[in-house]
């Protein structure tokens, strides 16, 4: 089975930029779509992108719309996030996962394998 650990979190002040990492091991990344999942204080879990297993299609919440992207390199089996222009609203644990990448955003079940998440904070 694959097992995803995230990299990657840090503090960052506001307006700037990071770049997390979802590296994969004992399988092959480009079998799974991957999601990146933001968990802030208090609040759910949720899906803010996905990239599809095969034809690279990605998805982005209306939160981090044109401010975020996610790509994968399958030569190192890594799926990553960069995130621009970073607000306060942002600091959560992003988690990856891996997904059905829908175009209304990431599907995941029981079966789907978690990573153990990496925290981002950006002070107000």
């Known amino acids: 089975q694959v097992h995803l650990v995230e990299s990657g979190g840090a503090l960052v002040q506001p307006g700037g930029s990071l770049t997390l990492s979802c590296a994969a091991s004992g399988d092959t990344l480009d079998d799974y779509g991957i999601g990146w999942f933001q968990q802030a204080p208090g609040k759910e879990r949720e899906g803010v992108s996905c990239i599809g297993k095969r034809d690279g299609r990605t998805y982005y919440s209306d939160s981090v719309k044109g401010r975020f992207t996610t790509s994968r390199d399958n030569a190192k089996n890594t799926v990553y996030l960069q995130m621009n222009s970073l607000k306060p609203e942002d600091t959560a644990v992003y988690y990856c996962?891996?997904?059905?990448?829908?175009?209304?955003?990431?599907?995941?079940?029981?079966?789907?394998?978690w990573g153990k998440g990496t925290l981002v904070i950006v002070p107000s």
């Open positions: 996962a891996t997904v059905f990448c829908s175009v209304d955003g990431p599907r995941y079940n029981v079966l789907d394998r």
